[in-house]
């Protein structure tokens, strides 16, 4: 059971490439997160999904892009890399109302460092 | 703009203290979580606190929620080394169920 599994997990791009980071789950929870962190400045929401077929913007979303085409599966899409992407991605699974009680306590990966130059 | 705001930013103490931690926030919750990171990890879910509820504990941790000064507070007693980490609230806001948004964190070290 390996739970919430983030790959790549380091990454070096150069302005204007694209990258996509994956995110996979085993747990079968409803909603998926990603989140950006940034020294000082915590966890920056960029998009989620609340079932299989559907996304959201967070906070910070532009610059990104994100499919959820099955429900264990979460993509997070850069098209044109900039400096100010360079962060740490994580990944984070949640049960939804479907899933019974909701705690709504979130599983997190174990996060992808990627460095745009 | 982030939800919540952690209260110190930084917090050193010796072990056997009790290190305590406040999150403020802005908009009406469902529920308030804490979260730990250890350097370099992702988060460990700690404790959920919902919004009808006014204190919680678990273990050495006791949280509190005052939804009036919107506002609680994670209490660590008898700090242990290994409880060197980040701490961070996130909050779900009543008229945004499926997000989570998070605090800046409060960094903690345990000497011993």
């Known amino acids: 059971n390996a739970g919430v599994t983030q790959t790549p997990k380091f990454r070096v791009l150069k302005t204007g490439q694209s990258m996509t980071l994956l995110c996979a789950q085993d747990m079968n929870h409803e909603y998926m997160y990603w989140y950006r962190q940034d020294p000082g400045m915590g966890l920056r929401l960029i998009h989620y999904?609340?079932?299989?077929?559907?996304?959201a913007k967070g906070e910070v979303p532009d610059g990104y892009n994100v499919s959820r085409l099955k429900k264990q599966n979460f993509l997070l899409g850069l098209e044109s890399a900039a400096p100010s992407q360079t962060s740490v991605y994580f990944c984070?699974?949640?049960?939804?109302?479907?899933?019974?009680?909701?705690?709504?306590?979130?599983?997190f990966g174990e996060g992808s460092r990627l460095t745009v130059l | 703009s982030q939800q919540g705001e952690e209260d110190p930013q930084a917090l050193s103490i010796q072990e056997g203290e009790n290190a305590t931690m406040n999150c403020s926030y802005k908009?009406?919750?469902?529920?308030l979580q804490w979260y730990r990171q250890n350097s370099g990890r992702g988060l460990v879910h700690l404790i959920l606190?919902?919004?009808?509820?006014r204190e919680k504990h678990s273990g050495r941790l006791r949280v509190t929620l005052d939804t009036s000064k919107k506002s609680s507070s994670l209490l660590i007693t008898a700090s242990r080394a290994a409880d060197t980490a980040s701490y961070f609230c996130?909050?779900?806001?009543?008229?945004?169920?499926?997000?989570?948004?998070f605090g800046a964190g409060t960094q903690v070290v345990v000497t011993p």
């Open positions: 996130a909050t779900v806001p009543t008229d945004s169920w499926g997000k989570l948004q």
């Open positions: 984070a699974t949640r049960r939804g109302p479907s899933g019974g009680q909701n705690t709504g306590e979130l599983f």
């Open positions: 606190i919902r919004s009808n509820e």
């Open positions: 999904s609340v079932g299989e077929g559907t996304t």
């Open positions: 908009t009406s919750i469902n529920n």
